[in-house]
């Protein structure tokens, strides 16, 4: 489903999940430039931080903390791992 066609604001409890859902959707929504979802992404951040200042901006990163971290313990637990192993293979360079 495309983003502009789910309506997306009666779905989240809180501006910052609004906004990192958003932020999320910038990345996902174009498959072929990921330069351009990613400046989406900042966009999104900008605007976080130009409306509720910096600690909105960090609620937002809280939120999406929150999800990735959800989103990591459903996956780890399908594959029979713990998540903190899942996230340190996700993030090591």
Known sequence: MHPD???????FRSPPGLRAY??????VSDDHNAERGQDAARAVADAVLAEAG?????????????????ALERIAAEQGLA???????????
């Open 5 to 11: 066609k789910f309506d997306h604001l009666d779905r």
């Open 22 to 27: 958003e932020a999320v959707a910038a990345i």
């Open 54 to 70: 910096p600690n909105g901006l960090t609620e937002m990163v809280v939120e999406l903390t929150l999800k990735l971290a959800e």
């Open 83 to 93: 998540a903190a192993d899942l996230a340190e293979v996700w993030f090591a360079e």
